[in-house]
């Protein structure tokens, strides 16, 4: 990204920041997408060598049972494999129940505590998803782990670098942010709002498509393949309703599809982003996604692209009287 950015800032956390300056010092526009995923950490050792974990960020247990992780140590990489007693051992009542996390250890193959020791393992290393990258449905459809939200920081990144790429034009600087510890408690979007000092943000990350069986569209209106999702709310903020309705006009006036969803529960980057200094008009645009917070995500690519254009034709278009009408009384 270095051939792209004008400068590149960061914050004492780990987040990257990727500025492309415009024809204007301010409006400064914040895209943020964060670069952490949901995993574990190292809790402990037992005598037999199996590994015991406790959750970085939102699971359920009944994804868990035999998936496949990486423990990353600090003298390499270690492969494993969620697992629990077996079910031919299981009681008629456990049978009946979803095995808890509480039960589950991880295998990595070793026979003691000094043997899983020497391979490098401790307390505190973090753990992560072990899920390959594949394309399905003719190359059209991503499987993935970390979609969420690395799918939001691509975004970020791929506007930077194709407002330098395509020398195009945009009244504004423009700030293109990997955040990191959102997570756990949106800790990098902190920081990186102190950093940047924005006047407008657009946070770019995945949203849940509710076009699976058992979801409800009142519970998750947005479907993979119908364009970018302009989320109205969540748990965590209430975007800009200005922004919000200029986000909105900009998709239609570039012809570009999209969908209004709604979050009851969950948040993203924007919920400590807009509240940052004296508060900074935010909106979040996701692309919907299958299955997040799972070992295997999934998204259209269709609408990855999408939420691009998207986003640059409001970068075109956030000059500093636009972005002052989104606060003027």
């Given at each position: 990204m270095e051939q792209y950015a004008d400068e590149i800032l960061t914050d004492k956390l780990g987040s990257v920041i990727f500025v492309k300056k415009g024809s204007s010092e301010r409006p400064r526009v914040l895209l943020a997408g964060h670069i952490d995923e949901v995993g574990f950490v190292v809790s402990g050792i037992d005598d037999l060598g199996y590994v015991a974990f406790n959750p970085l960020g939102g699971w359920f247990d009944q994804?868990?049972?035999?998936?496949?992780?990486?423990?990353?140590?600090?003298?390499?990489?270690?492969?494993?494999?969620?697992?629990?007693?077996?079910?031919?051992?299981?009681?008629?009542?456990?049978?009946?129940?979803?095995?808890?996390?509480?039960?589950?250890?991880?295998?990595?193959?070793?026979?003691?505590?000094?043997?899983?020791?020497?391979?490098?393992?401790?307390?505190?290393?973090?753990?992560?998803?072990?899920?390959?990258?594949?394309?399905?449905?003719?190359?059209?459809?991503?499987?993935?782990?970390?979609?969420?939200?690395?799918?939001?920081a691509f975004i970020a990144m791929d506007v930077v670098?194709?407002?330098?790429?395509?020398?195009?034009?945009?009244?504004?600087?423009?700030?293109?942010?990997?955040?990191?510890?959102?997570?756990?408690?949106?800790?990098?979007?902190?920081?990186v709002a102190h950093v940047v000092d924005p006047d407008v943000a657009i946070v770019l990350e995945v949203d849940i498509a509710g076009d699976v069986?058992?979801?409800?569209?009142?519970?998750?209106p947005a479907k993979m393949g119908k364009g970018p999702s302009i989320v109205t709310y969540d748990a965590t903020m209430i975007p800009n309703q200005p922004l919000k309705e200029f986000t909105i006009k900009v998709a239609e006036e570039a012809k570009i599809p999209y969908q209004l969803s709604q979050v009851a529960r969950g948040g993203t980057d924007a919920g400590r982003i807009h509240i940052s200094r004296a508060g900074c008009p935010s909106i979040v645009i996701g692309v919907p996604t299958r299955h997040i917070h799972t070992h295997v995500g999934m998204f259209c690519l269709e609408d990855l692209e999408n939420t691009v254009k998207l986003v640059l034709e409001m970068v075109k278009r956030l000059d500093w009287k636009t972005v002052e009408s989104f606060t003027a009384l």
């Open positions: 994804v868990l049972l035999s998936q496949r992780v990486v423990i990353r140590t600090a003298k390499g990489d270690v492969h494993g494999v969620i697992a629990a007693k077996p079910p031919h051992l299981l009681t008629p009542e456990e049978a009946k129940k979803v095995v808890e996390k509480t039960s589950m250890f991880i295998d990595v193959g070793a026979t003691s505590r000094k043997e899983a020791e020497e391979m490098g393992i401790r307390i505190g290393d973090p753990i992560v998803p072990y899920s390959p990258f594949m394309l399905i449905r003719n190359g059209k459809i991503a499987t993935g782990k970390a979609f969420d939200d690395r799918v939001g670098r194709r407002l330098k790429t395509e020398k195009l034009e945009h009244p504004n600087t423009v700030y293109g942010a990997a955040t990191v510890q959102e997570e756990v408690g949106l800790r990098g979007a902190g920081t069986p058992g979801i409800k569209a009142t519970e998750a």
